[in-house]
């Protein structure tokens, strides 16, 4: 998601030069917004579905899921509403809006990140030291 931020800012500053710009800081900047997002619903869905705490109750895996969805759904609804009231004002604050809801993510995700990052780094080391010892 932070990604997304610097891409904006390029995309605002020179997205008007050319036809072929405007397209291919659109196309890196969808990338950078919806690549977590995808991959976000999917693992944090999977994630849930493994929790103990469902113990296989596929109706309250069903749920969270809808939440979830609804969530993005939600702000998929929001964000072209808040972009046709800006842009009456100016396309800077549509874009200064694009990037303050890519830093709003991008910090939302950053614990659950370096939580996942310090599991799976643990996880590597317990199974290094596993293989030294036999």
Same mark, same amino acid.
């Given at each position: 998601? !932070?990604?997304?931020?610097? /891409? ?7 997205? +008007? ?11 890196i900047a969808g990338l950078f917004v919806n ?9 944090? +869905? ?9 113990? $296989? ?5 069903? /749920? ?5 969805? $609804?969530? $993005? ?10 972009? $046709? !009231? ?8 549509v874009f200064a809006m694009l990037t303050a ?24 080391? +317990? ?8």
């Amino acid at each position: 998601m !932070y990604c997304a931020i610097p /891409t904006l800012f390029l995309y605002r500053a020179y997205g +008007s030069i050319s036809l072929f710009w405007n397209v291919a800081f659109m196309i890196i900047a969808g990338l950078f917004v919806n690549g977590p997002y995808a991959l976000i619903t999917t693992a944090v +869905s999977a994630d849930l579905g493994t929790h103990a705490s469902l113990k $296989g109750n596929s109706r309250a895996l069903a /749920t969270v899921t809808a939440i979830i969805d $609804g969530t $993005g759904s939600a702000g998929a609804a929001i964000g072209p509403l808040l972009t $046709g !009231y800006l842009s009456t004002q100016s396309w800077s604050t549509v874009f200064a809006m694009l990037t303050a809801a890519a830093l709003m993510a991008g910090l939302l995700l950053t614990k659950l990140v370096a939580t996942e990052v310090k599991l799976k780094l643990r996880a590597r080391r +317990s199974s290094r030291s596993e293989e030294s010892l036999i």
